[in-house]
T-cell receptor, first 116, second 110 residues
Framework: DTGVSQNPRHKITKRGQNVTFRCDPI?????LYWYRQTLGQGPEFLTY????????KSRLLSDRFSAERPKGSFSTLEIQRTEQGDSAMYLC??????????????FGEGSWLTVV | GESVGLHLPTLSVQEGDNSIINCAYS??????FIWYKQESGKGPQFIID?????DKRQGQRVTVLLNKTVKHLSLQIAATQPGDSAVYFC?????????FGKGTRLSVIA
């Protein structure tokens, strides 16, 4: 088990283009989370899945953002018509089936997005 | 967690000294807390966690203290080393996804 894997690690795109990030969680973790982090700030919650079901979405997740987890394993986060304000690090994390009860949440190394 | 500003609080400690990083959490319903270490350009790395039915938990060179009365969490690092230099975040959860507090930048002076 190599931990949470994210790719690409870095992406530079022109404003208006679409980008997609992929996350492979720790195997057997059925919860998967997406967070966004900008410089000097803590990670902010975007959305999470339990198996293939998307259970919660933050209001930060505008309609240009869509996340999927079709088979309950890997997940993708797509940003359409990127804007400069989308520049951030997009973090994926995974855990067992409950928020609390000691189900540790492990993060990947993040995918850096720069919109020029 | 608290609202986050652009400038992180900074703690500078001498190598070999003990470090104490504090965090105030916001949700009294939170029952699970995690400390993460984040190095530049990397994702948050799990350090230690604690459930709300405990007030202290020890790991290797790290101790987390929880005071539910005042909603305060602290991370103690013993014999701080240069490799401990990073930004440290506390995070809370209960019936909501993990919420991160304001980070603290730890700088270790060799």
């Amino acid at each position: 088990d190599t931990g949470v894997s994210q790719n690409p690690r870095h992406k530079i795109t022109k404003r208006g283009q679409n980008v997609t990030f992929r996350c492979d969680p720790i195997s057997e973790h059925n919860r998967l989370y997406w967070y966004r982090q900008t410089l000097g700030q803590g990670p902010e919650f975007l959305t999470y899945f339990q198996n293939e079901a998307q259970l919660e979405k933050s209001r930060l997740l505008s309609d240009r953002f869509s996340a999927e987890r079709p088979k309950g394993s890997f997940s993708t986060l797509e940003i359409q018509r990127t804007e400069q304000g989308d520049s951030a690090m997009y973090l994926c994390a995974s855990s067992g089936y409950k928020f609390s009860s000691g189900n540790t949440i492990y993060f990947g190394e993040g995918s850096w997005l720069t919109v020029v | 967690g608290e609202s986050v500003g652009l400038h992180l609080p900074t703690l500078s400690v001498q190598e070999g000294d003990n470090s104490i990083i504090n965090c105030a959490y916001s949700n009294s319903a939170s029952d699970y807390f995690i400390w993460y270490k984040q190095e530049s350009g990397k994702g948050p790395q799990f350090i230690i966690d604690i459930r709300s039915n405990m007030d202290k938990r020890q790991g290797q060179r790290v101790t987390v203290l929880l005071n539910k009365t005042v909603k305060h969490l602290s991370l103690q690092i013993a014999a701080t080393q240069p490799g401990d230099s990073a930004v440290y975040f506390c995070a809370e959860t209960g019936n909501t996804p993990l919420v991160f507090g304001k980070g603290t930048r730890l700088s270790v002076i060799a």
